[in-house]
């Protein structure tokens, strides 16, 4: 008979990380990054950052785990959503204008 996979549980010292702990209760990392179709380094961000981006991603880990979708999500309802969002990124010069550096056929 297999044996269960214990988890110690430790006094919080900030908001629990969910992604961690649906990370631990579906096998790992390397389980999670097979089920999901990433690279093992996509997890670890996760697990860093306390939430997992994409929605597809989510929805697998959170019926795999049975953790809840919102709590994957990592955003404190309490807070105003100006407060969550990542900061905007400049885009350079070459992605603002596709046209840029390209050749025109027939020339």
Known sequence: MA???????TPAK???NFV???VEIV????????L???A???VHVWINEGRVERLIDGLRLSRASGIPIE????EDPSVPPSVNRRPYRRRSQNEQNPRVGKREEGS
């Open 3 to 9: 044996r269960r996979k214990r988890i110690i549980v």
């Open 14 to 16: 900030g908001p629990a």
């Open 20 to 22: 961690k702990a649906a």
């Open 27 to 34: 096998g790992g990392p390397s389980a999670v990054a097979e």
């Open 36 to 38: 999901c179709g990433v």
């Open 40 to 42: 093992r380094q996509s």
């Open 71 to 74: 709590r994957l999500a990592g």
